[in-house]
């Protein structure tokens, strides 16, 4: 801070940032937003110009040659997801070695939870797309279910305990 006690514009700026960024429901509010503005704009008037935006290709070019060329759907479907399960595998081990699932008997539910989480979603997809070329999409429902979940015990905090 300024000895001044008084905030510089790029302070100004940046401070709520920071403090959003701080909260324990911002991963939930960024997650439950970014779902409402896709699904607006996938069902709307600006469909085309969104799935065209979203075939945007980004990669790296070094020495005239292009690395990691995708577009941007493979980028969030693959880079973002990668990083995010990433994650969750680094917090389950946290818990099994040191936290509160190294307990067997306390991981029996999670365990039991994850199991349901994958083929429940899996088999309602499958009961509805038994046959065709959408037969093959069940891992879509069952790889997504738990950011889902995550972001909503994220936004419900301190007020609902899932230990």
Do not use: C
Not at 7 to 28: C, D, R, T
Not at 65 to 70: D, G, I, M, R
Request: no cysteine; proline share 4%; charged share 10%.
């Amino acid at each position: 801070m300024n000895p001044s006690n008084k905030k510089s514009p790029i302070e100004k700026l940046v401070s709520p940032i920071q403090s959003f960024i701080q909260l324990e429901k911002s991963g939930g509010i960024v997650l439950g937003i970014s779902v409402v503005i896709a699904l607006i704009l996938a069902n709307s008037g600006w469909s085309d110009i969104y799935h065209h935006f979203l075939e945007y290709t980004l990669g790296f070019q070094w020495n005239g040659t292009t690395y990691f060329e995708f577009n941007l759907h493979h980028w969030i479907n693959d880079g973002l997801m990668a990083v995010f399960f990433f994650v969750v595998g680094l917090e389950l081990k946290r818990e099994i070695i040191a936290g509160e699932l190294s307990n067997p008997r306390n991981a029996l539910l999670p365990i039991g939870a994850a199991l349901g989480g994958m083929v429940v979603p899996a088999a309602i997809y499958l009961l509805f797309n038994s046959s065709g070329g959408t037969h093959s999409g069940w891992g879509i429902p069952m790889a997504t279910d738990i950011a889902f979940a995550l972001g909503v015990l994220h936004l419900l905090g301190k007020k609902y305990h899932y230990h």
